[in-house]
């Protein structure tokens, strides 16, 4: 299941899992978003992280065998929705996953969360990275197989098939939507990989040498 499921690596991350035999389920808040989801191969199911309540979430979830966080306010969003977005509905999600006995939770985080705001940043990029790094804090305290990965400067390039991906410091650079999708299917499906803080950036290595290595 994708929650955030019309969101641009959310697209690109349902066509890959749908394209080799995976079933996928992606959560929308916009009915109008239905047609583009159901033509990656994914079901789509509308439900806002912002009002629906963890049972209905957590019925949603049931059966299926990992849950991804792709949603995100957006960049034209302010403060308030960093919270309930960025933050809430990754906790809401979470305790979706733990209910319905879901253990795989991959949530697409960011460079920079947790950290003190750089001097002279706004009071939204502050928000943002306050509300990523709480929501990476929930989930580490849990009891589920999560991942949490932190690409940089995301691009909508054409996919490279080579990244650096690490536990942090990686340094900052851009990786594309596409190689972010790819290193999702790659973590989904490999053992040994989870309760990990992995940055992303477009690199070297080949992705599946670069799951493989962790
Ligand atoms: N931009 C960067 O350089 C960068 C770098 C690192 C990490 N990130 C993070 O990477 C993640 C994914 O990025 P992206 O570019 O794929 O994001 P995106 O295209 O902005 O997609 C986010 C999705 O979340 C959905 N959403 C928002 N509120 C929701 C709600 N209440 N209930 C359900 N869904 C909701 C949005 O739905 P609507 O379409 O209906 O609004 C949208 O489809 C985000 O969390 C982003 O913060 C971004």
């Known amino acids: 299941m994708i929650a955030g499921g019309h969101g641009q690596i959310a697209l690109r991350l349902a066509r890959l899992l749908t394209a080799r035999g995976d079933d996928v389920v992606s959560l929308i808040r916009n009915p109008d978003h239905a047609g583009d989801v159901r033509a990656t191969g994914a079901e789509p199911v509308v439900c806002d992280l912002e009002s629906a309540t963890a049972d209905e979430v957590a019925g949603r979830l049931t059966g299926a065998d990992a849950a991804v966080f792709a949603a995100g ?13 960025d933050r809430g509905a990754s906790v809401l999600l979470a305790d979706a996953a733990e209910r ?8 697409i985080s960011a460079m920079g969360a947790g950290e003190p705001p750089r001097e002279g ?3 939204v990029w502050a928000a943002y990275i306050k509300a990523k790094g709480e929501a990476e804090d929930d989930l580490r305290a849990r009891d589920l197989d999560w991942i949490v990965l932190r690409p940089g400067l ?3 390039d054409e996919g490279t098939g080579r990244v650096t991906l690490a536990e942090p410091v990686v340094g900052r650079g851009a990786v594309t939507r596409e190689d972010v999708a790819a290193v999702i299917v790659a973590l989904l499906h490999a053992s040994g990989v989870e309760r990990r803080t992995l ?5 070297e290595t080949p992705i599946e040498a670069a799951v493989a290595s962790l």
């Open 73 to 85: 306010a957006g960049p034209g969003s302010g403060t308030a929705r960093k919270d309930t977005v």
């Open 199 to 203: 940055e992303l950036v477009n690199g």
């Open 121 to 123: 940043s706004d009071d």
């Open 154 to 156: 995301l691009t909508d």
């Open 100 to 107: 319905a006995g879901v253990r795989t939770f991959v949530q």
